[in-house]
C-alpha cells in the first residue's frame, strides 16, 4: 500500500507540522530513497526483526506500523528513537547503538533454529565506525541470519563523510556480500527538522 508518492507526502505532512511548531523534538525525514526502500522491504516479512537509526519513518510504514499510530508517536517526540515491539521494528537515536543488538537478535533466531530475519539499517557515516565493521565481522564469521543495509546521502549532520575520512569509496561500497545492501540516495531535507528553526 505504500508507494513513493504515499511516503513523500508522509513525510511532507511530518515536515509541515515541525515547521509550525507542532511537533517539540527532532525529527530526522527521508526523501529520494523510496524505490530503494520499497525495494528491500518487499523481501521483509512480517515476522523478521527491524532496527534502525533515527531517520525510521519509512521503515515503520513499510513494516506495518498504522499511519495514525505513528503520527501519534511523532506527535510525542519519539521520532528519533521509535519502537513498535508488536511490529518487530525498533530505533536508537545513539550512532551504531542498534546495530550490536540487531547481531544479538540474529544469533538469538540461530540458536533458536528459527526462520526469520534481521534487518539492520545505517547511514554512511554509522558504516564506518568501528561498532559497525566489528558487527559486520561477528555476524559473516558466524554466518547470522541477518542484512546490513547501509544508505549512503554522503553526510553525517553537516560533515561529508568521505572527505572527512580522506576516501573516494565507503568501506563496504562494491563489496559483495548476501550480508550487506547499499544505495545512495539525496535528501532534500536537512539533517534534522524541516527546513524552519523550532525553538522546543
Ligand atoms: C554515539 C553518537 N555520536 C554522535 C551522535 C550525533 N549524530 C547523530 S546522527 C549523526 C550522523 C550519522 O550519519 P550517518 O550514519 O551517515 O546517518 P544519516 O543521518 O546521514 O542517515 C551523528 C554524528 C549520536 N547520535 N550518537
Ligand atoms: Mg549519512
Not at 174 to 187: C, E, F
Given at each position: 500500500?505504500?508507494?513513493?508518492?504515499?511516503?513523500?507526502?508522509?513525510?511532507?505532512?511530518?515536515?509541515?507540522?515541525?515547521?509550525?511548531?507542532?511537533?517539540?523534538?527532532?525529527?530526522?525525514?527521508?526523501?529520494?530513497?523510496?524505490?530503494?526502500?520499497?525495494?528491500?522491504?518487499?523481501?521483509?516479512?512480517?515476522?523478521?526483526?527491524?532496527?534502525?537509526?533515527w531517520?525510521?519513518?519509512?521503515?515503520?510504514?513499510?513494516?506495518?506500523?498504522?499511519?495514525?499510530?505513528?503520527?501519534?508517536?511523532?506527535?510525542?517526540?519519539?521520532?528519533?528513537?521509535?519502537?513498535?515491539?508488536?511490529?518487530?521494528?525498533?530505533?536508537?537515536?545513539?550512532?551504531?547503538?542498534?546495530?550490536?543488538?540487531?547481531?544479538?537478535?540474529?544469533?538469538?533466531?540461530k540458536r533458536?533454529?528459527?526462520?526469520?530475519?534481521?534487518y539492520?539499517?545505517?547511514?554512511?557515516?554509522?558504516?564506518e565506525?568501528?561498532?559497525?565493521?566489528?558487527?559486520?565481522?561477528?555476524?559473516?564469521?558466524?554466518?547470522?541470519?541477518?542484512?546490513?543495509?547501509?544508505?549512503?546521502?554522503?553526510?553525517?549532520?553537516?560533515?561529508?563523510?568521505?572527505?572527512?575520512?580522506?576516501?573516494?569509496?565507503?568501506?563496504?561500497?562494491?563489496?559483495?556480500?548476501?550480508?550487506?545492501?547499499?544505495?545512495?540516495?539525496?535528501?532534500?531535507?536537512?539533517?534534522?527538522?524541516?527546513?524552519?528553526?523550532?525553538?522546543?
Open positions: 500500500m505504500w508507494d513513493k508518492k504515499k511516503l513523500i507526502l508522509f513525510e511532507e505532512k511530518i515536515a509541515s507540522l515541525f515547521n509550525k511548531g507542532k511537533i517539540r523534538a527532532p525529527v530526522h525525514l527521508y526523501y529520494g530513497n523510496e524505490i530503494e526502500i520499497i525495494n528491500i522491504f518487499k523481501k521483509i516479512k512480517k515476522n523478521d526483526w527491524v532496527f534502525c537509526s531517520r525510521s519513518h519509512y521503515q515503520c510504514l513499510l513494516k506495518g506500523v498504522p499511519e495514525k499510530k505513528l503520527i501519534n508517536e511523532i506527535m510525542k517526540g519519539k521520532s528519533i528513537s521509535l519502537c513498535f515491539p508488536e511490529y518487530k521494528i525498533y530505533s536508537s537515536a545513539i550512532v551504531g547503538g542498534n546495530i550490536p543488538i540487531a547481531v544479538g537478535t540474529a544469533m538469538a533466531i533458536k533454529k528459527s526462520k526469520n530475519k534481521v539492520c539499517f545505517m547511514g554512511d557515516m554509522t558504516s565506525t568501528g561498532i559497525a565493521h566489528e558487527s559486520i565481522k561477528y555476524s559473516v564469521k558466524n554466518n547470522l541470519p541477518i542484512t546490513f543495509i547501509i544508505e549512503d546521502n554522503n553526510i553525517s549532520v553537516c560533515t561529508n563523510t568521505r572527505k572527512i575520512w580522506g576516501i573516494n569509496k565507503l568501506s563496504y561500497s562494491g563489496v559483495k556480500s548476501k550480508y550487506i545492501k547499499i544505495y545512495k540516495y539525496k535528501n532534500k531535507y536537512p539533517h534534522a527538522g524541516a527546513g524552519i528553526r523550532v525553538q522546543f
